[in-house]
């Protein structure tokens, strides 16, 4: 069967198409079907439901008008009765659909415009998909790209297989592109948008840094030397935490390089931005120590709880660990992600000694005590009036100029205190409206329960529906900085597992759930059952 130049033409076309596109070719030929049905049913009535279909080896069309079976013969453009269905194929069935074909059509003008339009759009929905699905999978991957244009200060790059942006914010401050330009950039999101899909590459990203590394250090690539953590200040300066699992390998040196070339070739690309690279340890407090060289530490003091670090200098080192602006201990705090306060080695003894003035004071009022006398309860280290009452006295005893009368006298004094607050403690519940249940939840003591009233939560129900956030108050990171949101029973001294302890007890006295059985308790039980029916 000889195969006309037109249909030759139509298969070339769409082999074409499919080549520039970067698309099936199947899609091109769906997409001409498409625009083939669009035209023959705005000469057939847009009611008809025709069928187009090019064969892929001749290129020949056949077009066919959709008939549905059915009894009641109402429309003769889209409705076959069941009889004459039969006639055609003997198995056909009411709901069925029959092909009726219909002769070979020229296009029109209007035609041909309007199913230019089908394929041109379907086309692009496909090129679309294609971009979509092949850059989906490269978020977090370093592409080249060349400039195509500069919009309102935005940088367009032409990936070669699709198109992405560099937004303004997201590229180095003073650098300026030019049409044609060769970049680098860190893809860092992808989404499928009404206008295609948006490509949004950065190069201030912190792990546009941590790739150029790899892309430079063999040893990275290769997964002997791991990059932990990354801080920037784009432009200006940046941290890099690596750790080596070859213990014959220096990752420091290695990102050096020799002469520093590694370290150089990512300075260059990042338009001479200063890099600091620290040694990663699993140790928060030595991490920190590297984290904030070049200045030097004398001190550290964690609080894992807050997730709060304090670090004493010397008081010529301040400038330098604080940073010009700010900067080194901000990207410090970045890289190890806690908060770290800075202060110096004579501020830390004015607040020590302002601590210990405080604690004088609180003995002396307290337990009615001379100054001498709370100094030295100060400094063996207790620090409340708790600590006091409820320490073996024998401890108390050890002070030097205590003996054992002393030392009762000493307790019986705080634990009338105690009394005295718990009492105080006990009217100021009452004012706040808060029921006496609470008070028998575990883990509630008179001083939450005080607090808890200011807060509104004075049910039982109140408590088991809090979560542990709104007790002890939680922190959330915002552009490098911790946010710290305060709970309910902030100022009390309370782990989250305690608070999480304290609200599954409350729900457990509401009724909400069921309290845990002792497995173990019940197991000995059991055994014990299991002997004695064994001895009757």
Excluded at 87 to 108: H, K, S, T
Excluded at 324 to 342: C, F, H, K, P
Aim: aromatic residues 4%; glycine residues 6%; contains cysteine.
């Amino acid at each position: 069967m000889a195969v006309s130049a037109n249909r030759l033409e139509l298969l070339q076309i769409a082999d074409a198409v499919a080549r520039e596109k970067v698309i099936d070719r199947k899609i091109v030929l769906a997409a001409m079907e498409d625009a083939i049905q669009k035209a023959a049913r705005s000469r057939y009535g847009s009611e008809t439901e025709v069928r187009a279909e090019i064969n892929p080896k001749t290129g020949e069309i056949k077009l066919q008008r959709l008939l549905e079976v059915v009894e009641d013969f109402e429309n003769p453009a889209t409705q076959i009765p069941l009889s004459d269905a039969r006639l055609r194929n003997p198995d056909a069935q009411v709901g069925d659909w029959i092909g009726e074909p219909l002769p070979p059509m020229d296009f029109g003008r209007i035609a041909a415009q309007s199913a230019k339009q089908v394929i041109v759009q379907k086309v692009r929905e496909a090129e679309r998909d294609r971009q979509y699905d092949e850059f989906k999978d490269r978020i977090g991957e370093i592409v080249n790209g060349t400039v195509k244009r500069i919009e309102y200060g935005n940088v367009i790059v032409d990936l070669g297989r699709g198109e992405a942006i560099i937004r303004r914010d997201e590229l180095i401050p003073r650098e300026a592109f030019r049409n044609a330009d060769r970049v680098r950039a860190y893809v860092y999101d992808v989404r499928r948008e009404q206008r295609g899909p948006q490509i949004f590459l950065s190069r201030t990203h912190p792990q546009f840094m941590a790739k150029l590394f790899a892309q430079e250090v063999p040893e990275i690539y290769d997964g002997i030397i791991e990059v932990k953590s990354v801080a920037r200040d784009p432009g200006s300066r940046a941290k890099i935490a690596v750790i080596s699992r070859d213990s014959s390998i220096d990752p420091v040196g290695a990102c050096v390089g020799m002469r520093g070339s590694r370290v150089q070739a990512v300075v260059q690309e990042l338009q001479g931005e200063k890099i600091d690279i620290i040694p990663w340890s699993n140790d928060p407090a030595t991490f920190i120590v590297n984290a904030l060289q070049p200045a030097e530490v004398s001190k550290v003091v964690l609080d894992e709880d807050a997730g709060r670090i304090e670090v004493v200098v010397p008081d010529d080192q301040l400038s330098l660990a604080i940073g010009r602006r700010g900067q080194n201990v901000r990207l410090a705090s970045q890289l190890t992600g806690w908060d770290i306060d800075i202060m110096t080695e004579a501020e830390e003894s004015e607040r020590r000694q302002k601590e210990f003035a405080e604690r004088t004071k609180l003995f002396m009022d307290a337990l009615d005590v001379d100054e001498v006398v709370a100094q030295l309860l100060a400094t063996e280290g207790f620090s409340s009036v708790e600590e006091i009452a409820y320490v073996g006295a024998d401890e108390i005893a050890r002070i030097e100029g205590f003996d054992e009368e002393t030392a009762e006298e000493i307790q019986a004094r705080a634990n009338s205190w105690l009394d005295a607050l718990e009492a105080e403690q006990d009217e100021e519940r009452k004012k706040l409206g808060v029921e006496d249940a609470l008070r028998e939840v575990p883990g509630v003591t008179t001083a939450m329960m005080v607090a808890l009233g200011k807060d509104g939560i004075k049910t039982v129900e109140d408590l088991a529906g809090c979560a542990t956030d709104d007790l002890v108050g939680w922190s959330e990171r915002k552009n490098g900085e911790t946010e710290k949101h305060t709970g309910s029973l902030d100022g009390i001294d309370l782990s989250r597992a305690e608070a999480e302890n304290i609200i599954m007890a409350a729900r457990v006295a509401a009724g909400w759930i069921e309290a845990p059985v002792a497995e173990a308790a019940d197991d000995e039980d059991a055994v014990e059952d299991e002997a004695e029916r064994v001895e009757h």
